[in-house]
Structure formats: C-alpha cells, structure tokens
C-alpha cells in the first residue's frame, strides 16, 4: 500500500499496539459488563445483607420476589329490612317505634286571619266542630308522625277533650273555657288527657310568631311537642286502634263526581273525590283551588270524609256573652262516611267521655275505612249538608 493510499484509508498500526489494544478493549469490555450487570441487578432492600432481591444469602437465583397476600375487604353487615306494622289511627305501615308513639291533640284556630293554618298534612285525624260566634274550630290528632309547625293554637273545650281523652292523648291548647280548665284540672295527668296549656309552655315550647297579630299567633312543632310530652308525662306505649282499616279500591274500580259539601254559619267546606288518588280534595267557601298546608303548600286532601252529626246547645257556664256550646258528643247519632269515593249512611257511638267514637255501617257492623287520614266533620243537627254519589266506571272496560 502506498503512502497515499494509507491516507484515504484507515491508518497502518503496528503488531505491538494492535495486540496491546485489544488487551484493553478486552478488559474495557468486561469492566461495562460487570458494571452493567450490576446496574440491572435490584436494590437491596434496607436492612439487607447486600444480596440482590430474587437471591438467597448465597447469591443464587431463587425465584421473583413474592407478592404480599391482598387483605381482603370485609362484606359490610346489610341492615336489617325495618319490620312495619299499621299505624293505629290511619292502617299506614309504619315501624314498630312510629306505631307507638302517644297521640297528640293540637287545637288549632280556624279564624279568617288564621289561614292557611300549619300542620294537617301531618296528623292523622282531624276534627272540625262549631265554637262560639258560628266559629268551628280545628284539633289535630298527630300520631305516628309528627308535624314541622302547627298553629295557630287556640283554647280548650270540652267536647274536644272528650274525643282527645279516646286516646289519653297530650291535649295542646291555650287556655279554655270554665268548664274544659275545671276538667283538665281534675283529669290532665293521664286520667284523661295530659294537659299541655299554653299558659305554662309559652316562651319555652310554644311562641308567638310576628307576621300575625293575637290571638292567631301561637305556633310550636315536633321537636317542642316532643319536650311538652316529656314533660306532662305522655311517654310512648303501644296504642290501641279504634277503627278498621283496608287496602284502597283498584283505580278502575273507583267513582267519578263525588262530592260532600258541609256547611257551618262561618264557612262551606266542600270535599271533591279524586279518584287517581284515592283522596278528598278540600275547598273552602267555593274557592277554585284546594284548602292548603301552610307548612309544605301541598293540598290539603284526605282518604275519608266523615259527618257526624249531634245536638249543640248553649253552654250554661256562667258566661252568655261567650255563647259558648254544649255538645252531646256521648251516645249516638247519623253518621255519612266516605272512603273510596262511595258513600255509607252510618251510625256513631261513643259510650262515655273517654270511651272510642265507632262507626257503624246500615246494617250494625263495624265500618272498616281506607288506610290513611281521616277528617272528621261535626256539624249541629240543624247545619245543612249534601251528598254527590259519583257515578261508578263503566263495566266493560274494568280490568278482568
């Protein structure tokens, strides 16, 4: 090779470098592979002897490292299914607990600057009946559920003692007449009702709200009713129905047009069935919309309408300015029920103050009403009322 040659190509090296450099890149080369072998090799744990993971203490492979057995999740305990019974005064499943809650009776105002008054929607029964000046007057019965604000709350009488006393009842009131104070006095510890007046709770478990002048102001509501019954003594207990309850008619079952009009010296209340859902929506003096609960502005619209019908006098209590009423509200008299948009010409009884006030079919047996609220409508044997049958479905288009 010529010179000129070597210089286009790579350069000549002597024998003696070229052994020399291999040697070298031999050793090189076997350097980087102990290097790289000791990069590929795992960290030691901590607290080891320096022995790759995957070897013994020796060095010699023993296997992939093992995985740490997964703790298992624990199934969570499935909460027990509630076990419901029927409410005593409405036939509605509720727990065993709700079922034994005591009842209580709240009088409520039914003034013109009263509305819309606050806690039907949440009681179970509710009784209408005339007070003084043509005025009727509301008690709501609250039982397995209890009301977000009832009121206004006003003063005792003695016929609605008498139907509070059914179910030894807390009776909320403000005051009373003469005659209701002497018998809450002589039985408001449990005889017959526990009293729980005004005159003692305002301030603590009733107030006075400020959109509304007296005496239409007094509110209180489940928490200060629950503090009232602690304090009178009403604990819970199991609670005896009086009535009979069944399931509701299938809805192609149910009647059309039933209507109930009751009319007191104060005001007409007229019920309208509806038979979707199986309840009586309730007007007030002909208004085109549906009396409603102040506390949710849902209708007021029961499951049964009942009239009972009975003799007022005047009360003779010392006061004839007052014209306060008598009300013979024990023994028997006309009864009109309507559950299922049908209507039943009955019979009541009511065999003394505190005995339970049945309703009775034509033909004497026991009137067995649909599950849910009832209201009571008490009217003088002189206040005029009508009945609208609803027209049935047509049969050939019933289920079969």
Same mark, same amino acid.
């Given at each position: 090779?010529?010179?000129?040659?070597?210089?286009?190509?790579?350069?000549?090296?002597?024998?003696?470098?070229?052994?020399?450099?291999?040697?070298?890149?031999?050793?090189?080369?076997?350097?980087?592979?102990?290097?790289?072998?000791?990069?590929?090799?795992?960290?030691?744990?901590?607290?080891?002897?320096?022995?790759?993971?995957?070897?013994?203490?020796?060095?010699?492979?023993?296997?992939?490292?093992?995985?740490?057995?997964?703790?298992?999740?624990?199934?969570?305990?499935?909460?027990?299914?509630?076990?419901?019974?029927?409410?005593?005064?409405?036939?509605?499943?509720?727990?065993?607990?709700?079922?034994?809650?005591?009842?209580?009776?709240?009088?409520?105002?039914?003034?013109?600057?009263?509305?819309?008054?606050?806690?039907?929607?949440?009681?179970?029964?509710?009784?209408?009946?005339?007070?003084?000046?043509?005025?009727?007057?509301?008690?709501?019965?609250?039982?397995?559920?209890?009301?977000?604000?009832?009121?206004?709350?006003?003063?005792?009488?003695?016929?609605?003692?008498?139907?509070?006393?059914?179910?030894?009842?807390?009776?909320?009131?403000?005051?009373?007449?003469?005659?209701?104070?002497?018998?809450?006095?002589?039985?408001?510890?449990?005889?017959?009702?526990?009293?729980?007046?005004?005159?003692?709770?305002?301030?603590?478990?009733?107030?006075?709200?400020?959109?509304?002048?007296?005496?239409?102001?007094?509110?209180? #509501? &489940?928490?200060?009713? =629950? *503090?009232?019954? %602690?304090?009178?003594?009403?604990? /819970?207990?199991?609670? !005896?129905?009086? +009535?009979?309850?069944?399931?509701?008619?299938?809805?192609?079952?149910?009647?059309?047009?039933?209507?109930?009009?009751?009319?007191?010296?104060?005001?007409?209340?007229?019920?309208?069935?509806?038979?979707?859902?199986?309840?009586?929506?309730?007007?007030?003096?002909?208004?085109?919309?549906?009396?409603?609960?102040?506390?949710?502005?849902?209708?007021?619209?029961?499951?049964?309408?009942?009239?009972?019908?009975?003799?007022?006098?005047?009360?003779?209590?010392?006061?004839?300015?007052?014209?306060?009423? #008598? &009300?013979?509200?024990? =023994? *028997?008299?006309? %009864?009109?029920?309507?559950?299922? /948009?049908?209507?039943? !010409?009955?019979? +009541?009884?009511?065999?003394?103050?505190?005995?339970?006030?049945?309703?009775?079919?034509?033909?004497?047996?026991?009137?067995?009403?649909?599950?849910?609220?009832?209201?009571?409508?008490?009217?003088?044997?002189?206040?005029?009322?009508?009945?609208?049958?609803?027209?049935?479905?047509?049969?050939?288009?019933?289920?079969?």
């Amino acid at each position: 090779m010529t010179d000129q040659q070597a210089g286009i190509g790579e350069r000549s090296v002597s024998p003696g470098l070229a052994v020399g450099l291999l040697v070298i890149a031999v050793a090189v080369g076997v350097g980087a592979g102990a290097l790289l072998a000791g990069s590929q090799g795992s960290t030691t744990s901590a607290g080891s002897s320096g022995s790759p993971a995957g070897s013994d203490d020796t060095g010699r492979a023993s296997g992939p490292p093992a995985t740490p057995a997964a703790t298992p999740t624990p199934t969570p305990t499935p909460e027990p299914t509630p076990v419901l019974v029927p409410a005593p005064l409405t036939g509605l499943p509720v727990t065993e607990a709700a079922a034994q809650q005591h009842p209580i009776a709240v009088m409520v105002d039914d003034h013109l600057d009263a509305r819309p008054q606050s806690g039907f929607n949440a009681a179970a029964q509710v009784w209408q009946a005339p007070a003084e000046g043509g005025i009727p007057r509301y008690m709501l019965i609250f039982q397995d559920a209890r009301p977000a604000a009832v009121g206004p709350i006003r003063s005792a009488r003695q016929y609605f003692i008498d139907w509070a006393s059914e179910w030894t009842a807390m009776y909320v009131h403000v005051g009373g007449s003469p005659e209701a104070m002497a018998t809450l006095r002589s039985g408001g510890a449990g005889q017959l009702v526990y009293n729980a007046d005004g005159f003692r709770f305002e301030g603590t478990d009733m107030w006075r709200i400020k959109e509304r002048a007296a005496p239409h102001n007094v509110y209180t #509501d &489940a928490d200060h009713l =629950g *503090s009232m019954a %602690a304090k009178v003594g009403a604990a /819970g207990g199991p609670v !005896e129905p009086a +009535w009979a309850f069944g399931d509701a008619t299938r809805a192609v079952d149910r009647p059309s047009g039933t209507t109930i009009t009751i009319h007191y010296p104060y005001e007409t209340i007229t019920y309208r069935y509806q038979p979707p859902t199986n309840t009586y929506a309730r007007f007030i003096d002909g208004a085109v919309t549906p009396q409603v609960d102040a506390v949710d502005g849902r209708p007021v619209a029961p499951t049964n309408v009942v009239i009972i019908r009975m003799r007022f006098g005047a009360l003779n209590d010392g006061h004839p300015e007052k014209k306060r009423l #008598d &009300a013979e509200d024990v =023994g *028997s008299g006309e %009864a009109i029920i309507s559950t299922n /948009g049908r209507v039943i !010409e009955g019979t +009541w009884n009511k065999a003394a103050a505190d005995a339970p006030t049945l309703l009775f079919g034509p033909d004497g047996l026991p009137i067995t009403l649909t599950a849910g609220q009832t209201f009571v409508q008490v009217i003088a044997l002189s206040y005029a009322y009508e009945i609208v049958e609803g027209t049935a479905p047509d049969a050939g288009i019933r289920e079969r």
